[in-house]
């Protein structure tokens, strides 16, 4: 913890012998708050804001205002989308300023913009610093890994945590994000125009590849996708692959997060938190890598994979 951080620590009573109780008076007494603004997107994109306004409050010993995961989404019920991405009852307020407060704070604080933020804390006047929007997406937070896994895991339900038992061998994650993407109407040539899109047919050639590897041809695939399961019927047939749910999105990324290898859905944001999360060797489509989740001493294999080139080797 940085200096700055202890010395504010002290000055609102958040030391370390005071506990909970501590933390709960010293939120009372705050005259800074922080809150991630999340607005209608994936879950993926949400993560991103949530991890940026959670590690600047940590930082500087600053209380969290509670976000609004919960979010109607009209779009997903129009499209008829398999996944609404509400978010109900995936998120705990354990730790966050919730409730009247946080509605009392939001309606009389002055408001902040993450530009603000650091001039903000120095100031010490009443305010609440919003974080919005993707800015720099995984490099905002790419050192703190460790910090943001470790806060994720306290807000998640307990009863989701439960549900997350991982295949005792290990297994072979792939993310297929379909959805909003699939359009009715549109050619495979204005799909595959669409940097979201990854084509099915790359998919089937990693499975097939995965059997035939001596490195991964015992683990099973396991798809987790969006898609219906029709859409995802050519890839199924291959040898030991299935499609898995956890029943939650928060419970789905925290189960993919725990694969050996990854193969992810270019240009989404669910796959690179995975990869993040669980820094196992992740491939994507040519074309399809957007940003590494990891820098290059982090030693994480991260890339693109075409058929017929060699799939990663398991970490040492």
Known sequence: MSAQARAALKLSGLDDQGGGAKLRNAASRARVYCYPRLDRAGLGNCLLVWARAVT???AHALPLLAPRWVQPRLGAYLRGERV??????????????????????????????????SATVAAGARAVIVFEGLRKYFADIRSHREQVRQELLE???PLILEKLEPFPEGFIGMHIRRG?????????????????????????????????DPHWRRLPVCV???????????????????????????GDLLFLAKAKLLFGTGH???SMWASHLGAMPTVYAAGKLDQRVFAPEDGVIEGEWAPGQPLPHPPC
């Open 155 to 157: 807000i998640v339900s």
């Open 56 to 58: 600047f409050a940590r």
């Open 224 to 250: 987790l996708s969006d898609g219906r399961e029709p859409e995802l019927a050519a890839l199924l047939r291959v040898p030991n692959c299935r499609l898995v749910t956890r029943g939650t999105a928060i």
């Open 268 to 270: 989404s944001t669910f």
């Open 180 to 212: 909003d993407i699939m359009t009715p109407g549109l050619t495979q040539e204005q799909l595959l125009a669409k940097k979201h899109y990854t084509p099915l047919g790359w998919f089937i050639a990693g499975a097939l590849a995965a059997r035939a």
């Open 84 to 117: 609404k991405r509400l978010y109900w009852n995936e998120f705990t307020g354990k730790g966050y300023v919730t409730g009247f407060r946080r509605a009392l704070i939001l309606a009389t604080f002055p408001r902040k913009s993450e530009e603000e933020a």
